[in-house]
C-alpha cells in the first residue's frame, strides 16, 4: 500500500546458552560427572566392605598403576590400535567392494550370504590358534586377520543394505532426466548408503579394537594390551591388569569418536 514500506523481517535472535561453550558443556559435562560420582562410589565400596582386589581393585589404586606404567600402557595401546586401525581398513574396504558386488548381481549375493554368515558366528577363540599357526607366533598377521574378519561383517551388511534402500522411482526420476550411470551412482545411490555404511563402520571399529585385543590373549608378541592385562593377572597384579583395561576402554572410544567424526565431516557435504 502507498505510504508503507516494507519491513525486513526481524532478525533471529540465538538464544541464550546456545553458544559453543554451552553446547559443550550439555555434551560433555554430564558424562564426566556421572565418571567421577561412579569412581568415588566404587572406592567407597572397595574400602568399606574390604573387597580384595582380585575380585576388583579401587580406582586409587588403579590410578596409581597406571600413572606408574603410563609408558608401557601407552605402548601397548599404540601395538593394539595399529592392529585394530589395519585390519579395520581391510575389513571395511573388502566389505564395501563385495557389498557393491553383491547389490549388482543376485547370483553374487546369493553365493555371499552363507559365506557372511558363516564368518559371523567364527568364535575368535578358534580362529587365534590356528592363524597363529599359519603365520607363526611372532608375526601380527593374525591379530590383523581376526581384526579384518570382524570389522567385515557389519560394514558388508549395512552397506548392502544402504544400497538397496534406493527406491526405483528415484532411479527412474532420474533415468527421465537423462542421467548417465555415474550421475545414477553419485547422486542417488551413495547418499542413500552412506548413512547405512557409516553405521556398519561404527560398529566395526569398536569390533576390530575387541578381536585384536582378544586375540592377544592366544599367542603372538607380548606387546599388546591383551599380553599385558594377561601377564599382569597371572602376576597377582591385579591393579596394573585395570590399568591395562583403562587403556584397552580409552582405544575402544578413540576409534568411534574417529568414525563419527568421520561421519559428520562426510555428511556435511551431502
Same mark, same amino acid.
Given at each position: 500500500?502507498?505510504?508503507?514500506?516494507?519491513?525486513?523481517?526481524?532478525?533471529?535472535?540465538?538464544?541464550? *546458552?546456545? *553458544?559453543?561453550?554451552?553446547?559443550?558443556?550439555?555434551?560433555?559435562?554430564?558424562?564426566?560427572?556421572?565418571?567421577?560420582?561412579?569412581?568415588?562410589?566404587?572406592?567407597?565400596?572397595?574400602?568399606? =566392605?574390604?573387597?580384595?582386589?582380585?575380585?576388583?581393585?579401587?580406582?586409587?589404586?588403579?590410578?596409581?598403576?597406571?600413572?606408574?606404567?603410563?609408558?608401557?600402557?601407552?605402548?601397548?595401546?599404540?601395538?593394539?590400535?595399529?592392529?585394530?586401525?589395519?585390519?579395520?581398513?581391510?575389513?571395511?574396504?573388502?566389505?564395501?567392494?563385495?557389498? /557393491?558386488?553383491?547389490?549388482?548381481?543376485?547370483?553374487?549375493? *546369493?553365493?555371499? &550370504?552363507?559365506?557372511?554368515?558363516?564368518?559371523?558366528?567364527?568364535?575368535?577363540?578358534?580362529?587365534?590358534?590356528?592363524?597363529?599357526?599359519?603365520?607363526?607366533?611372532?608375526?601380527?598377521? &593374525?591379530?590383523?586377520?581376526? &581384526?579384518?574378519?570382524?570389522?567385515?561383517?557389519?560394514?558388508?551388511?549395512?552397506?548392502?543394505?544402504?544400497?538397496?534402500?534406493?527406491?526405483?522411482?528415484?532411479?527412474?526420476?532420474?533415468?527421465?532426466?537423462?542421467?548417465?550411470?555415474?550421475?545414477?551412482?553419485?547422486?542417488?545411490? /551413495?547418499? $542413500? =548408503?552412506?548413512?547405512?555404511?557409516?553405521?556398519?563402520?561404527?560398529?566395526?571399529?569398536?569390533?576390530?579394537?575387541?578381536? =585384536?585385543?582378544?586375540?592377544?590373549?592366544?599367542?603372538?608378541?607380548?606387546?599388546?594390551?591383551?599380553?599385558? /592385562?594377561?601377564?599382569?593377572?597371572? $602376576?597377582?597384579?591385579?591393579?596394573?591388569?585395570?590399568?591395562?583395561?583403562?587403556?584397552?576402554?580409552?582405544? *575402544?572410544?578413540?576409534?568411534?569418536?574417529?568414525? $563419527?567424526?568421520?561421519?559428520?565431516?562426510?555428511?556435511?557435504?551431502?
Amino acid at each position: 500500500m502507498p505510504g508503507l514500506e516494507a519491513s525486513a523481517p526481524p532478525r533471529r535472535r540465538r538464544p541464550v *546458552g546456545d *553458544g559453543p561453550l554451552a553446547t559443550f558443556a550439555k555434551l560433555v559435562l554430564p558424562p564426566i560427572a556421572l565418571f567421577v560420582v561412579l569412581v568415588v562410589l566404587v572406592e567407597l565400596v572397595v574400602v568399606a =566392605a574390604g573387597i580384595p582386589p582380585f575380585v576388583l581393585a579401587s580406582p586409587s589404586a588403579i590410578f596409581d598403576q597406571l600413572v606408574q606404567y603410563a609408558p608401557q600402557v601407552l605402548a601397548a595401546t599404540l601395538a593394539t590400535g595399529l592392529n585394530a586401525l589395519i585390519g579395520l581398513l581391510i575389513g571395511a574396504i573388502i566389505g564395501v567392494l563385495l557389498a /557393491i558386488a553383491a547389490s549388482v548381481a543376485r547370483p553374487i549375493d *546369493g553365493m555371499l &550370504a552363507p559365506v557372511v554368515a558363516a564368518v559371523a558366528v567364527v568364535p575368535i577363540v578358534a580362529l587365534a590358534p590356528v592363524f597363529y599357526t599359519l603365520f607363526g607366533s611372532t608375526s601380527e598377521v &593374525a591379530r590383523i586377520l581376526i &581384526a579384518s574378519i570382524a570389522a567385515f561383517v557389519p560394514v558388508f551388511l549395512n552397506t548392502l543394505r544402504g544400497l538397496r534402500q534406493v527406491r526405483p522411482v528415484h532411479r527412474d526420476l532420474m533415468r527421465s532426466y537423462a542421467a548417465t550411470p555415474s550421475q545414477l551412482t553419485r547422486l542417488v545411490t /551413495i547418499p $542413500s =548408503a552412506l548413512p547405512h555404511f557409516f553405521t556398519g563402520l561404527r560398529i566395526a571399529s569398536s569390533l576390530a579394537v575387541i578381536s =585384536a585385543l582378544v586375540a592377544e590373549y592366544f599367542g603372538g608378541p607380548r606387546q599388546g594390551l591383551g599380553s599385558a /592385562i594377561t601377564t599382569a593377572a597371572a $602376576s597377582s597384579a591385579y591393579a596394573r591388569a585395570w590399568a591395562f583395561v583403562i587403556g584397552a576402554i580409552l582405544l *575402544g572410544l578413540v576409534f568411534f569418536v574417529l568414525t $563419527s567424526l568421520i561421519e559428520r565431516i562426510a555428511s556435511r557435504h551431502r
